[in-house]
């Protein structure tokens, strides 16, 4: 049978012979099931993802809370503009560890330096629209250092 990443399965028998296959059920109707073959390694990088988002949007919001940043519409932004740049950084560091672990940490460093003037611009061009962000560019600093170095001591006390 070939290998496919999605296949549709209508009745018992084909539920039967593709059952030695199965990751993932997806359950879409009551008539069809949808099977998704997906990699113990590719979840385990879903959950890379998962983690470093919702990790930094904790610590990014405190610390925007902490610089007096209280706004709805103001939170909102700043969770936007992590949704815009963490998964893009996540992943180049992913590809970087796996393609050229010589270069994680260069990489990686870079990465996070050219963060801070990105998220700076985006909170800007929100101070311009009228949004109160007093200090783009010192919220982007104080951010993305205190959820960096937060990641940073998580991995330091998980390979102890």
């Not at 993932?24 to 990699?39: A, D, G």
């Not at 470093?52 to 405190?62: A, F, G, N, R, W």
């Not at 061009?125 to 250092?145: D, I, M, T, V, W």
Request: charged fraction near 20%; glycine fraction near 4%; aromatic fraction near 12%.
């Amino acid at each position: 049978m070939p290998s496919t990443r999605w296949r549709s399965i209508s009745s018992t028998d084909e539920i039967k012979d593709f059952e030695c296959h199965l990751r993932h059920p997806i359950r879409l109707s009551q008539t069809k099931e949808v099977y998704l073959n997906i990699s113990p390694s590719i979840l385990s990088i879903l959950k890379g993802f998962a983690i470093s988002l919702s990790l930094t949007l904790v610590i990014e919001y405190l610390i925007a809370f902490l610089l007096k940043i209280r706004g709805k519409a103001e939170l909102l932004i700043v969770g936007l503009v992590n949704v815009l740049t963490n998964p893009l950084v996540v992943l180049i560091v992913y590809f970087t560890m796996f393609r050229f672990p010589a270069f994680r940490w260069p990489v990686e460093i870079a990465l996070e330096i050219l963060v801070i003037p990105a998220e700076g611009l985006l909170y800007r061009a929100a101070k311009k629209s009228g949004f109160a962000f007093e200090r783009p560019f010192l919220l982007a600093l104080a951010c993305n250092a205190c959820s960096y170095g937060f990641g940073l001591l998580l991995n330091f006390l998980r390979a102890l």
